[in-house]
């Protein structure tokens, strides 16, 4: 089992739609990422969470640390939102950041 | 702009050959990390510099990866005897300059294909 889940893998929805995607995690952390990596594109960093919500522009992302669970959230949904998103989390007292495999989100027009 | 160079962006080789990447980030960062993603996974963790000193090393970085930052601001990754199973893109990132820190910095990566 990896020691962090995201869910789902895939997901496509319509433009204007409310999405969520999801990570769970394993282990003890001291921080958890949000990433978005689009086709043949680098990596860029949406949120770092130790606790509770943060939110910018459309996009929303919770944590809930007694769970080991946090979400992302887009409202509103675009099709340029379309990318996959990563869920990454430092464990604690460790330099080494662990990836989830990615929910890849397609937004249709 | 990333902010950082990573060099080159596609390598095609044959198996049995070397290759080198180069990671060149434009501002100063005493941490540089590189990390290894093959297709449909998430990024993993390869190795990690403080200044010159190489601190971590991933079980998967077997002995014929070897990875420099002489000077303590570029990085070099050196895959000797390519196997087909190295074929990931190889991504860079220096910083952050604090495990607490917000934002992380990855490369553009480097794609290697072994034929």
């Known amino acids: 089992k990896n020691e962090v889940e995201q869910s789902p893998q895939n997901l496509t929805a319509q433009e204007g739609e409310f999405i969520t995607i999801n990570c769970s995690y394993s282990?003890?952390?001291?921080?958890l990422h949000w990433l978005q990596q689009h086709p043949g594109g680098g990596i860029v960093s949406l949120f770092m969470?130790?606790?509770g919500k943060k939110k910018h522009g459309r996009l929303i992302a919770t944590i809930n640390i007694q769970e080991k669970h946090s979400s992302l959230h887009i409202t509103a949904s675009h099709p340029r939102d379309s990318a996959v998103y990563i869920c990454?989390?430092?464990?604690?007292?460790?330099?080494?950041?662990?990836f989830g495999k990615g929910t890849k989100l397609t937004v249709n027009p | 702009d990333t902010g950082v160079s990573q060099d080159p962006r596609h390598k095609i080789t044959k198996r049995g050959q070397n290759v080198t990447f180069r990671c060149d980030p434009i501002?100063?960062?005493?941490?540089l990390y590189w990390y290894r993603q093959t297709l449909g996974q998430g990024p993993e963790f390869l190795t990690y510099?403080?200044?010159?000193?190489?601190?971590?090393k991933s079980r998967l970085l077997s002995d014929r990866f070897s990875a420099e930052r002489p000077k303590g601001s570029f990085s070099t990754l050196e895959i000797q005897r390519t196997e087909q199973g190295d074929s990931a893109m190889y991504l860079c990132?220096?910083?952050?300059?604090?495990?607490?820190?917000?934002?992380?910095?990855f490369g553009a990566g480097s794609r290697l294909t072994v034929l």
């Open positions: 990454a989390v430092r464990q604690g007292g460790s330099e080494k950041l662990v």
């Open positions: 282990v003890g952390i001291s921080a």
């Open positions: 969470l130790s606790s």
């Open positions: 501002s100063e960062h005493n941490r």
């Open positions: 510099f403080q200044n010159e000193a190489q601190l971590e």
């Open positions: 990132a220096p910083g952050p300059e604090a495990p607490g820190a917000n934002v992380l910095t």
